[in-house]
């Protein structure tokens, strides 16, 4: 079954995709495909201390690089 995603949340998930691999090379099915798995996996490391919010910026860093300014449609 296809899932219907927003821009806003397919970002979030490429997030979380990054977060986990370090990279954004990767088709959207994949990185939805993931989501779930590497959801729980983030939690669990940053109950365990990993530094994630380090993660989160360096997503910015290299999301701006690749697809330029995000605006949020929903603001």
Not at 22 to 47: I, N
Not at 63 to 68: I, Q, T
């Amino acid at each position: 079954m296809l899932k219907v995603i927003d821009a806003y949340d397919l970002k979030e998930e490429y997030r979380i995709f990054f977060m986990v691999k370090g990279h954004l090379e990767a088709t959207p099915q994949t990185v939805m495909s993931c989501a779930d798995s590497y959801f729980k996996r983030l939690w669990a490391d940053g109950a365990n201390g990993a530094p994630l919010s380090d993660y989160s910026e360096q997503f910015e860093r290299a999301w701006e690089e690749k697809y330029g300014h995000f605006k949020n449609s929903a603001t």
